[in-house]
């Protein structure tokens, strides 16, 4: 960290002021300098902040005329297409929203805009953490507070979705009950206890109203807090570049020039939602019409993040296990619970697992490059895979009619694809990382092509090649060569520490797997080793 | 007065009467007669023409798979090639040929929904701005709709059917709009998609799309009526005459009605909607940030 002793003086009144009354000053003068590290993708994370503070601000707006009663009424509105029909009033009042509360259609529009944007911010935000190992220690536990945050979305999302009580959003209830049903033992408790009574009953609106505007935004608030703390505490990671160390920050105060930065973003993202929200037609209730047990709509799909729920559930065998009276729904509790538990707690547990593994205990500031840890990469990838087929899966049948490809087709190769995919996305992705690697040792080992052909006196041709830029080198040269552990048991039969036993066997096979194949990068004259950087796969480690 | 009076008591006075009568009917009858007589010859050859020109047309067209006795075909395992058309009526006729399902091009899962052949294009442009284009055009198309016509009478005299309903019967503007809505989502929406943007079945199948490019009202009304392809049949007892002039109205006037929310994303639900949020919302905001990220400060004040 470099910080200044002194603010600006364009602080320094108010912080004398306020150092007067609270005796905070070194707390800001201190803040208020802090150094934060420049790169694009460090602004995905504030995309989902921002959207958060225009989701509480439009969602206050519309709490003023929505009604979360499903108290049934004869509408006789503006959008005369539904007039006489019998409808929830909280349908009714969302019809009012839309059509005669002025500015309510624009609002509630930018509302699901916001909410679209912040999951779909969080899942990038965490996809760059993921890759650039932005989560090792000593930042696990923000980590976990993210994929926290990522859980709580989706139910803050599911809900709100489920308030207006048109025929989506009822459908969407109705997979919720199934979901809630198929739960051993206690599934039908469960169900009655979160509905108060059979399905779709009086209850269930209110319920999630409150869930919806209270208690989830309440917890969101506070993980924000957190996260926002922890990182201001830990600091941002940084990505590799000049003067970048893991003891010194590269970057811009936050004062003035990070903080115009991050203001001028949540400029960007406002304007950006209220375009969509202006040009854009979101969830449109009145085309869709008032619940109704009895009805079904073919494209009935939940917003983009429950897709993978969806898809799980759309090429689920039909599986129950009957006996004793009692039906086990394998059909629905295998897809509710199984591919969201493995992408979920995959995620919260897989900082320790690679510490475990690598047996890196010590702080990382710099992110890694993604090609130079290619396991992790690869697992990255096979995980995106594995969700993003189950994903796509949900929408097979939209698929199946634009693409005009039959719907079982569609059907059967996601069923193949979900275990196939992320096998071939591991497999592929590491190759492309070691490919990069192996790149990269040829910039450091040979420079690069200077498009200059030089004859030798012998009068053979050859391009001279030259040493990369700077900038470069550092970046090349941030990768961290894999040390070899030592064998597992010494020449005397004595087993290393952390090799013992049936885990330790695992840790060690699991670490010789993580590093067997790194490709050394090293800064050496060009004519020694040069089989080393072509002939990279060899575990040689150079020691010097 | 008085002569006619003693005539009347004449012994041939009877005759006389019944003669004058049967004469008077003679002349009336040969008044009139020729005439009528002519007229109705006239029309029932006009008719043998026209039924005459409607086998021709299903000879032509749909003999190949149909049979010759439109009693549907069968290959040499007994799987059905073509259904038999023998009571389906008028009103299939007409859906299926003046939506260009057939004659069909080969068979298939589903037969497509394509321009008409030439002569059964009834939707065949006519605006243009030469007479004497113009005027071949209205003469093609008018032979368009005799040829259409002359094969549903065809078909139908085989063996009767539902008629094509009237211009009244679905005119989308006397429907309950209210009513259709929630008609078209019990039994609709679950192929059609809520408001009929079409979409997919079993097997290879499809529900088409309801665009105003796609379907007309009396094409509607014909499809409910007869239940094409995968479509099930509501008849009048399924579903009134009123009931489908409510669909019919429900359907024409949400795809006539304007997004009042911006630009409707095909009007599909949430799969658009995600693919916007993810494509311009995080797009555009990736790149605002590479924009805001690359500005570097030309100096920082020392302070």
């Excluded at chain 2, 057939?102 to 442009?125: S, V, W």
């Excluded at chain 2, 009202?217 to 579903?239: C, K, R, S, W």
Aim: aromatic share 10%.
């Amino acid at each position: 960290m470099s910080e200044a002793a002194t603010a600006p003086k364009a602080v320094e009144g108010p912080l004398t002021f306020l150092d007067d009354r609270l005796g905070s000053t070194t707390f800001f003068k201190r803040n208020m300098k802090k150094v934060f590290p420049d790169h694009w993708s460090f602004m995905l994370g504030e995309i989902a902040l921002y959207s958060f503070i225009i989701l509480l601000l439009t969602g206050t707006f519309l709490t003023l005329w929505f009604k979360p009663s499903m108290i049934e009424v004869v509408y006789d509105g503006s959008y005369t297409k539904l007039n006489g029909v019998k409808m929830s009033e909280a349908y009714a009042s969302t019809l009012n929203i839309s059509f005669d509360v002025r500015g309510g259609l624009l609002m509630r529009q930018i509302h699901h805009w916001a909410a679209i944007l912040f999951m779909a911010s969080i899942m990038a935000h965490m996809l760059r953490v993921f890759f650039t190992g932005a989560y090792r220690k000593p930042r696990e536990l923000n980590w976990l507070i993210g994929v926290g945050m990522f859980t709580m979305g989706m139910l803050e999302g599911l809900f709100g979705y489920s308030l207006p009580d048109d025929l989506l959003s009822g459908t969407g209830l109705r997979i919720t009950q199934g979901v809630a049903e198929s739960i051993p033992l206690v599934g039908s408790y469960i169900y009655m206890f979160l509905f108060g009574g059979e399905f779709p009953g009086q209850d269930i609106v209110p319920r999630l109203f409150t869930l919806h505007i209270l208690l989830i935004p309440g917890v969101l608030l506070g993980m924000i807090t957190a996260h926002m703390m922890i990182m201001w505490h830990q600091k941002h990671t940084a990505m590799p570049v000049k003067k970048q160390t893991e003891t010194q920050v590269q970057g811009y105060p936050f004062y003035p020039v990070f903080m115009a930065k991050t203001g001028a973003y949540f400029l960007f993202t406002f304007g950006v939602l209220a375009l969509l929200g202006t040009f854009a037609q979101i969830n449109p209730i009145w085309l869709f019409g008032p619940y109704d047990p009895g009805a079904i709509s073919s494209a009935s799909q939940p917003d983009f993040y429950m897709g993978v729920l969806e898809g799980s559930l759309r090429i689920m065998p039909n599986w129950e296990i009957s006996a004793w009276g009692h039906t086990l729904s394998l059909n629905v509790l295998i897809p509710a619970l199984g591919p969201l538990g493995i992408i979920f707690t995959g995620a919260a547990v897989w900082p320790f697992i690679e510490q475990w593994v690598t047996g890196d205990k010590r702080l990382h500031h710099v992110n890694d490059r993604p090609r130079n840890a290619p396991v992790r990469t690869s697992v990255g990838m096979a995980a995106v895979a594995f969700y993003g087929i189950l994903w796509v899966a949900g929408a097979n049948d939209v698929l199946a009619e634009r693409f005009h490809v039959s719907l079982f087709a569609t059907t059967w190769f996601f069923r193949v694809a979900v275990f196939v995919g992320p096998v071939l996305a591991y497999i592929i992705t590491k190759r492309i990382c070691l490919g990069l690697q192996r790149k990269d040792a040829g910039i450091i080992g040979h420079g690069v092509e200077s498009g200059v052909i030089v004859m030798s006196p012998d009068g053979e041709y050859s391009e001279r090649h030259e040493p990369a830029r700077e900038q470069e080198r550092t970046v090349i040269l941030s990768k961290e060569n894999s040390r070899p552990e030592p064998p597992a048991v010494d020449a005397n039969g004595v087993p290393a520490p952390g090799s013992k036993g049936p885990l330790g066997h695992v840790r060690s096979r699991l670490n010789r797997a993580w590093t067997f194949d790194d490709i050394p990068i090293e800064e050496h004259g060009h004519d020694e080793e040069h089989g080393e950087v072509e002939n990279g796969r060899e575990p040689k480690q150079l020691n010097h | 007065m008085k002569r006619i009076t003693a005539w009347r008591r004449r012994p041939w006075a009877g005759y006389a009467v019944v003669l004058a009568a049967l004469a008077a009917i003679g002349v009336i009858y040969a008044g009139f007669s020729p005439q009528t007589d002519r007229a109705e010859a006239e029309n029932t050859a006009q008719a043998a023409q026209d039924l005459k020109n409607g086998q021709e047309l299903f000879n032509k067209n749909c003999a190949s798979c149909h049979g010759l006795n439109a009693e549907g075909t069968k290959d040499a395992k007994g799987k059905p090639i073509a259904p038999s058309l023998l009571g389906v009526g008028a009103a299939s006729v007409d859906f299926q040929v003046s939506t260009g399902r057939m004659p069909a091009m080969n068979p298939g899962a589903q037969m497509p929904r394509k321009k008409p052949i030439p002569a059964f294009d009834t939707e065949l442009k006519t605006d243009y701005a030469e007479p004497e284009k113009r005027e071949a055009a209205e003469k093609q198309k008018a032979q368009a709709e005799k040829n259409l016509a002359d094969l549903r009478a065809f078909v139908t005299s085989l063996g009767g059917g539902p008629e094509v309903p009237s211009a009244a019967a679905t005119d989308p503007s006397k429907g309950d709009v209210a009513v259709g809505g929630k008609l078209f989502r019990t039994n609709c929406a679950q192929c059609h998609s809520f408001v009929g943007s079409g979409g997919a079945l079993t097997g290879g199948k499809y529900a088409p799309p309801l665009d105003k490019s796609d379907v007309t009202p009396t094409q509607i009304y014909e499809a409910m009526l007869t239940g094409p392809q995968a479509m099930p049949v509501f008849n009048d007892t399924t579903l009134t005459q009123q009931d489908k002039q409510a669909i019919i109205a429900y359907v024409v006037q949400t795809r006539e009605e304007p997004n009042p929310g911006g630009n409707g994303l095909g009007r599909i639900g949430p799969v658009s909607e995600g693919l916007v949020g993810w494509l311009i919302g995080i797009g555009l905001l990736v790149l605002a940030a590479t924009w805001i990220t690359a500005k570097k400060p030309k100096k920082l004040k020392k302070s």
